[in-house]
């Protein structure tokens, strides 16, 4: 059974040639901001539009934790514990913010 398509939404290209996702793909590609999305150009010339999963690491981070883990290695005598006393101030500190981790930011967080 071959699947047909028909344009379920449409975006106008701005003169720099950029667009917003419409609203039905962005769900429907579980697409959030800063997200990268892949095109893929098909032999008869339709183009298929797809969420590309960020697999890649950040290079200045990688190079970051190599260097705290190899500091760690050579040099354990420099780690130490928090007191109880900071864990208690940040504890107070943070007590009354909730935070919901997989909430998208609002436009005025960013």
């Known amino acids: 059974m071959a699947l047909t398509s028909t344009p379920c939404s449409e975006s106008t290209l701005t003169d720099r040639y950029q667009t917003t996702i419409p609203e039905p793909v962005?769900?429907?590609l579980v697409l959030n901001k800063r997200d990268k999305i892949g095109?893929?150009?098909?032999?008869?010339?339709?183009?298929v539009i797809?969420?590309?999963d960020q697999t890649e690491s950040d290079p200045i981070l990688g190079k970051f934790l190599?260097?705290?883990a190899q500091d760690i290695e050579k040099n354990p005598q420099h780690?130490?514990?928090?007191s109880s006393d900071l864990v208690s101030r940040v504890k107070s500190l943070v007590a009354e913010v909730d935070v919901d981790l997989d909430a998208p930011l609002s436009d005025e967080d960013e």
């Not at 095109?39 to 183009?47: H, K, L, M, P, T």
């Not at 780690?79 to 928090?82: A, F, N, S, T, Y």
């Open 26 to 28: 962005r769900k429907a």
């Open 39 to 47: 095109y893929s150009i098909q032999s008869d010339g339709q183009v």
């Open 50 to 52: 797809s969420r590309v």
């Open 66 to 68: 190599n260097f705290i």
């Open 79 to 82: 780690l130490q514990g928090i």
